[in-house]
């Protein structure tokens, strides 16, 4: 008897342990899910008020790993950051972001782009028409040291004619992300 009631107390108690666990990761998400929401409002802001701007709905991070300085960190942080850039913890904006323009799937943009149009010259042409007349793409914000630091890239494409993007350190000072460093940047 006392043996089948030690059991069953070692059955409870491992399984509140492994509920807490679950309430603590869950908690965890909410927390990372309004901070980014927070800092992107903060430092993209401007850019989700635009109408006439199209953002890509799944998270990219575009630089190249062997071309990111992450000297700043250490090798447990740049562990974390390349694990957070190969699985982004956000998989989507479009039920993230409040944001005022189109919101398009890589693959649409493909599509769209690879198309001929009548009376149109190309997919430019018809994405300028009726989406937008730029196109960008942000990463899924990496915060690092208790939201004291965040890595976040992003990019845009105007037609032919423009285009760039850079991967950046962010500080947490007073409040406010400011820029820190840029790990990363390119320019067409």
């Not at 000297?71 to 447990?76: A, D, E, I, L, R």
């Not at 007349?133 to 990496?142: G, T, V």
Request: charged content about 25%; glycine content about 8%.
């Amino acid at each position: 008897m006392l043996k089948v009631f030690g059991g069953i107390l070692i059955s409870l108690i491992f399984l509140i342990g492994k509920a807490d666990a679950q309430q603590s990761g869950a908690n965890a998400k909410l927390e990372y899910f309004r901070q980014a929401k927070s800092f992107i409002t903060e430092v993209y802001g401007l850019n989700l008020e635009i109408r006439k701007f199209i953002l890509i709905s799944e998270p990219k991070f575009g630089c190249k790993e062997g071309y990111l300085d992450l000297s700043f960190f250490g090798k447990s942080e740049i562990s974390s950051i390349k694990e957070d850039i190969s699985k982004p913890k956000i998989e989507n904006w479009q039920q993230f972001l409040d944001f005022k323009g189109s919101c398009l799937g890589q693959d649409s943009l493909n599509r769209i782009l690879k198309n001929n149009y009548p009376r149109l010259h190309n997919g430019w042409d018809y994405l300028n028409r009726y989406c937008g007349n730029a196109i960008a793409s942000i990463s899924s914000p990496i915060f690092l040291r208790n939201y004291e630091y965040c890595v976040f890239y992003s990019e845009y494409y105007c037609d032919f004619k423009c285009g760039g993007g850079e991967a950046v350190i962010y500080k947490k000072e007073n409040g406010k992300w400011i820029k820190l460093k840029i790990i990363c940047s390119w320019i067409a």
